[in-house]
């Protein structure tokens, strides 16, 4: 069992297979030691479970939830990558984007719900690189949208 | 005759000179055999030719067209980057940025219509990871933007 | 003194310390040569001096001199990264959000004010490649994001 997984499981948390794509693209592309992952959503077997925009009905917390399972979701991706989370050398980008109401202000917060996961189960390899933005929407109304690049050892 | 232009000229398109940046940057920055290929819009002889909303006013058909464009632009980029499109190893991250109405959620429909033709035309070095979204608005009042990273043989 | 501290203090600028995060990520990661700087807003002694959208309230001026100042805040990200501007081989991607109405289609020229300061700071080593968006909403209600990739000498 790796670290990273054994950190997943400490956190109560169980990674899921990596999810299928949503189009003609595949869950990430390889160059040498670097992933590109594919924007992730929150999806739970399949499904999208947080819809809606923030400071419109969805609430920080409830974003903030969302954006946690996009980054589980691409830490699945990045086992199917590397074949062992412990392999990750370094997260160099991760993109955070929030559907958000046009008067909703802290995306930053949000995005630490994916950015902490990064931190509490890579450590020192979780520490990246951040974009940020608010939208007016995403695919399938989904609240929260990850993606991100990543070097392997 | 390249691989991939013949495959451009069966699928009844032609790639275009590459467009001319819409400001102060230039069309593709290289690394090594990185390629960074800059924002594509919808644009043909210089003019972009699918503007507004999908969902109020542009049907998905219409954007999975304008995808196409823009990933045809991009192409001529690459090929401009590459001195020839047999020589792209693989896409390995492409952007597609849909203007939409923030009730619309079928954006990765119409980026379909760029990653398709990577797809048809590149063949296996065409497989790409992606990141869609929504926006409210693309410059020029363009309905569908592509960017992209390839790598090079 | 580096040739493009030079150029800085030549424009009347004041390169600023690197800005802290506003979140739980940091101002860049390095991959060899390649760093991938965090998202800058225009902030000016830790503070967002310019917020609001364009077209409804913001300017094009005022929104080039926002994104003029998160061009600088990323030169500053730069040098922490490089311990000298000078070192700068290239910068291959810069990524402009614009927080805009959406009725206001001018973008690039927003953009045009932090990818002109690339130019006039690093001469060649400042062409790069752009993706320039409107977006409904900033962080902090900012005007202009910039997120960029340098690759070092």
Known sequence: ???AEDKIKELGLVLPAA?????????FAKSGKIVFVSGQLPRQDGKIICTG???SGVSIEKAQEAAKLCGLNALSVLKAASGDLDHIKQILRLTCWVASD???FDQPKVANGASDLMLAVLGDAGKHSRMTTGVNVLPGDA????????ELK
Chains 1, 2, 3 share one sequence.
Do not use: C, N, Q, R
Request: aromatic share 8%; hydrophobic share 45%; proline share 12%.
């Open 19 to 27: 999810p299928e794509p949503m189009g003609a693209y595949v869950p």
């Open 1 to 3: 069992m790796s670290k």
């Open 143 to 150: 609240t929260v949208g990850v993606d991100l690049i990543a």
């Open 53 to 55: 925009k923030v400071g």
């Open 102 to 104: 046009a008067s909703f």
